[in-house]
């Protein structure tokens, strides 16, 4: 969220203490806007006193011809940058969101969303909103198809295609958004905290560019449909149209939480480095990172101790992650010759339950039906105990594995 620059850090702490206040002064003057809104009904002079009181509160809105805006159209689509789109968008034309996420109540009416009941399915959704599209009376929709929010400067990620199975003409709505000294939107912040940096900083600039409007053509798929949809606004907003879900945005912010969580995580940039020859790769490695791949390598062979040392290393300079070498070794993507147990004496000798869940490990994997076991029954309820703990730990590295 803040600056990498040194001038505008600098510039961001020496202007904390006046946006502080203007974040107190502010909340008090956002509650008064909230109830203005709720008490006027929607009509042009209540957006135009709307808008007003917003720009006290640091949000302009500009628009480039509202000419262009089709009144016969019932569906916008925009691209998604931030948590309040739609509200800043209703400060020019009357419009409704429907809410996908969260239950239904006050904070979703307070958003400003459309509540249509707990739909079951998309298809539910979907008949729900053309239905509503075709009562007369009702104010246009708009959605969000990219079902997610981007920063908005580098590309826009797959649009949905059920937002064009609702009417066969839409209207797109580019969408920018500008503020200064920190970033406009990050990942996985709560419409709370986007709220509050909004009251924090100097103002927040949305330009709004309404686009010609968009007719379906004759037996085009809803997919084709919201492609072409995709590219026009990718073109107008300067960005690349990728292919890239809400769903792939989900996973990789799981992976990240994922990774920071692990105790032996990588580093970024040793995670995030392709795949090079190993020739290219031994050119520029510095003294510290050799340290590191052998501890690494280290832990690679307590797993898999059959493995050569030589091949778990050219492997590791190449991923420089410990899980992902053990996969490609286990699921066969690199080649080796197993080592036998006399070149392995050197080598120090892994702990009791390491043993245990590599040897557990690696029988689960040949014969995933099978369960670790001790080849002998032990004795002492002590010594069965402890085979009991170490099989369940076995156990627990192949699930998580």
């Known amino acids: 969220r803040f600056p990498t620059d040194g001038f505008l850090l600098l510039a961001l702490l020496l202007y904390a203490p006046v946006g502080l206040c203007l974040l107190v002064l502010r909340l008090f003057i956002g509650v008064h806007v909230f109830l203005l809104s709720c008490a ?15 720009s006290v509160l640091g949000l302009f809105v500009r628009q480039n011809d509202p000419r262009l805006r089709d009144g016969s159209v019932r569906v916008y689509i925009a691209n998604h940058v931030t948590h309040f789109d739609h509200n800043v968008i209703n400060l020019l034309t009357s419009c409704n969101t429907p809410a996908l996420n969260g239950a239904p109540g006050f904070i979703c009416w307070s958003r400003g969303f459309l509540e249509l009941g707990a739909a079951g399915s998309r298809a539910e959704l979907v008949d729900s909103l053309r239905i509503y599209s075709s009562q007369e009376g009702n104010v246009p929709l708009l959605l969000f198809p990219e079902e997610a929010a981007t920063n908005g400067r580098v590309g826009l990620l797959r649009f949905s295609s059920w937002p064009f199975s609702i009417m066969d003409m839409v209207q797109p709505v580019a969408l920018q958004v500008q503020r200064p000294l920190i970033t406009v939107s990050v990942a996985d912040s709560s419409w709370i905290a986007e709220l509050l940096w909004t009251f924090f900083v100097p103002f927040t600039v949305y330009q709004v560019r309404w686009m010609p409007s968009v007719p379906r053509r004759a037996e085009e798929l809803s997919e084709d449909f919201a492609l072409r949809v995709q590219e026009l606004l990718a073109v107008e907003l300067g960005v690349v149209s990728t292919r890239l879900t809400a769903a792939d945005k989900a996973e990789h912010m799981k992976r990240l939480r994922h990774t920071s969580l692990l105790p032996f995580a990588p580093a970024p940039s040793l995670a995030a480095r392709p795949r090079v020859p190993s020739s290219l790769a031994g050119a520029g490695s ?46 066969g993507r690199v080649s080796f010759f197993p080592e036998s147990k006399e070149t392995t004496t050197d080598l120090p000798a892994p702990s009791t339950s390491q043993a245990a869940a590599a040897s557990a490990f690696q029988g689960s ?37």
């Not at 052998?294 to 290393?313: C, F, G, N, S």
């Not at 040949?366 to 076995?394: D, I, N």
């Open 40 to 54: 006027l009904p929607d009509s042009l002079l209540r957006r135009f006193i709307v808008r007003v009181m917003c």
């Open 365 to 401: 994997l040949a014969v995933p039906s099978s369960k670790p076991g001790t080849k002998h029954f032990a004795k002492s309820p002590v010594e069965r105990h402890l085979s009991l703990q170490e099989r369940k730990r076995a156990l627990y590295d192949y699930a998580r594995r």
């Open 286 to 331: 510095s003294a510290p990172e050799d340290v590191q791949v052998t501890a690494m390598a280290q832990r690679v062979k307590e797993v898999l101790p059959h493995v050569p040392l030589e091949v778990i290393t050219t492997d590791l300079a190449q991923t420089g992650c410990v899980d992902t070498t053990i996969a490609n070794l286990l699921e």
